[in-house]
């Protein structure tokens, strides 16, 4: 089954028309969305939504295309989510099923999760019942797919500092693309008062610069991505406080932002436990850093203890890592949840 779809901004006096190819699609139509990102999310979302297909039997369509959407990789692997891809002029959008390494090897890409396709008949999932919440694979996921996002929605040469900062909006943002964050929070992540990383993002035009002088920082987010994201929010701020101390990981909360990134990245990758992998590509356009910088960071992570081993596989490209022995003993860490509001 044929799950591709796109659609095309035409200039037009007196606005933009959003033109969609689809039989069901006859004329194109006003733009009616705060930014045409977002307009071509919400149309291609409708699309996807109608053709539904269990997840288990998607296929990644990039492969059944002959993967030329991407330069070559090792071949298909991981989920098939649906990834939103910016055409060439920068006025079509793509969506399409596509597993993890293909939506990861294609430019201008950014995994769609379920939670932003805005489904009003997606139900929320029941909240915990108890103060605790095992932590774990969902949070994993979550963060991961925020990662992946903020790889195609930041300027490549984002820093470490404003990547972390990035997630913790992305994940604690409400359907309207608000997001507070308090003082305390901040400052456990050393970010307090750095108005130079608010900057930072605000140049990208990715949020309004907030008010840093409030005890909670409330921030705008600019991005059509995360204003349409549907309800979940529950969730999000849970994967939010897991990527503050990202378990099984342990890094001392002093180590600079890069450290704390590239352990976040790995621990969201670490699959059996202690051990996981990715292709250096994939961690290089993650953190923002070269593929030098990523080697150095992760030898200082072995310096430091938070990882016991890496390796990377010169034949697959692929990087390799196992954490310290002594997290094995925390597979299922009991956290209390975050306060949400
Ligand atoms: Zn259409
Ligand atoms: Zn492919
Ligand atoms: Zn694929």
Known sequence: MRRIWTVELRPQTGGPLLACPHPRCAAATPLSAPSARSAALTHLARHARADVLPSHLRTCQCRDQGCHWHPRHRGCAGPVPLALTLGRGGRAWRLADACAACAAATSHTAVVPDTQLGSP???TPPAPTHAGHRLGAEERLRVRETLTYLAAALPQFTSPAARLLAVQCTLRADTRGRARLRAGLLRGMRLHGRREVWEELAQGAWLRCPDLRSARVEVQLLDGTVLDQAPGR????????WALNPTPSHLPSASPPALHLVTLILAAHTTDR???SLDMDVLTRLSGHSRQQSAELLDRL??????????????TDEVLWELPAHTKATPGTWCPLPPIR
């Open 121 to 123: 008949r997606s139900p």
């Open 234 to 241: 529950r969730a999000r701020c849970r994967a939010a406080h």
């Open 274 to 276: 202690t051990t996981g």
């Open 302 to 315: 072995i310096a430091v203890r938070a990882l016991a081993a890496w390796h990377q596989n010169r034949d």
